[in-house]
């Protein structure tokens, strides 16, 4: 059993919220007053710290600038009608960050230090909690190695922080999508199911292709056949296909077991939707188009949430959709957004209150 550690918390005299506008704020732009950083050394962690949101001093050698063993996660926290906060789903995340941790080789963050320390750390930045649908604190828990020398090898020290960022929507308006045929995200017997740094560096080349072409993210293939779709940029992906709703399975250990992505499935369930995960070719989605039984493409993860594909373009075939017409995917976000919001009650257990 891991001993508790008590947190060491120093406030600011001041608080960088007067200067800012929480309406319609950009995703990823602006950060809270306070962090969490903790160090660990000598095989322990050591005193977590609250502390002024402060740029880290780093050596030159550090291990994580040249060998890349970092890994991070996605949470959000949302304010209600009576201004209380809570935090979606933390539980869920902390055991993958650990699962990412497992897989990179670095040391379990306990859950005193994550969750406890989470709680703390939006509690004090309650007011940095945009009270306006389709906003939230975005949460992001990070950690990378600190040793001090070149050579590769697991490193002996960590640094594990957490910081928050106000956020409106990630994706204002339908995706248009793009079936990436060449890049590969991941591979059997690699590291696609683990939230690593190095997974969305190695992402950005295709990524940045079809953004000069006009489009929002990629659908990334299988490695082998290029035949399968796996998940999109920054979520996975959902088919609805005749009466089932399809999404690609997590078996083969290639795609992030997104906490979005389980609560929806959860609530499509609720609802009486048959759902299928399993492999899902880019033949049989396109022959579902030309049918007609294809209805809607969706995403979901942390940031997007909900986001509906209105185009989907693999090679010169392009399927367009009209989303004005959807009904399963706005019903999704509508139930999230009511347990995320304390709208209706959380049956689930989902909501964590801070």
């Not at 209380?84 to 789903?89: H, N, V, Y």
Request: glycine residues 6%; negative net charge; hydrophobic residues 40%.
């Amino acid at each position: 059993m891991i001993a508790e550690i008590d947190f060491n918390i120093t406030t600011v005299l001041q608080s960088k919220l007067q200067n800012i506008s929480l309406d319609n704020v950009p995703f990823g732009k602006y950060f809270s007053d306070h962090m969490l950083e903790v160090d660990y050394e000598n095989g322990k962690w050591q005193t977590p710290f609250i502390k002024p949101y402060q740029p880290l001093s780093l050596d030159p050698s550090l291990a994580a600038l040249h060998y890349g063993q970092a890994i991070f996660e996605g949470i959000k926290a949302y304010k209600d009608a009576d201004g209380k906060a809570q935090i979606f789903r933390p539980y869920d995340n902390f055991k993958r960050f650990n699962l990412s941790a497992e897989r990179m080789e670095m040391p379990q963050v306990p859950e005193h230090i994550f969750i406890d320390g989470l709680r703390k750390l939006v509690n004090l930045e309650i007011d940095w909690i945009p009270a306006k649908a389709d906003h939230s604190l975005y949460i992001r828990p990070f950690m990378f190695s600190t040793d001090e020398a070149i050579g590769v090898k697991p490193s002996s020290k960590y640094k594990f922080l957490i910081i928050l960022s106000p956020t409106g929507p990630y994706y204002a308006s339908p995706m248009r999508i793009y079936a990436e045929e060449k890049y590969v995200r991941s591979v059997m017997g690699g590291y696609g199911n683990a939230k690593a740094a190095g997974n969305y560096a190695g992402a950005l080349k295709a990524a940045s292709i079809a953004n000069k072409q006009g489009f929002d993210q990629v659908l990334w293939m299988d490695a082998f056949e290029h035949k399968y779709v796996e998940e999109c940029g920054t979520m996975n992906v959902f088919f609805a296909i005749g009466d089932k709703i399809i999404t690609p399975s997590l078996t083969d250990g290639t795609i992030l077991a997104g906490v979005t992505r389980d609560s929806a499935i959860t609530l499509l369930q609720d609802e009486g939707f048959v759902i299928e995960e399993r492999k899902l070719s880019i033949d049989e989605i396109m022959d579902a188009y030309k049918a007609g039984t294809l209805k809607e493409i969706f995403g979901t993860g942390t940031a997007a949430t909900i986001s509906m594909i209105k185009e989907l373009r693999y090679k010169d075939f392009v399927m367009l959709f009209d989303t004005s017409k959807w009904s399963i995917a706005p019903m999704v976000k509508s139930k999230m957004d009511a347990i995320k919001y304390g709208q209706v009650p959380d049956s689930h257990n989902w909501m964590v209150a801070v």
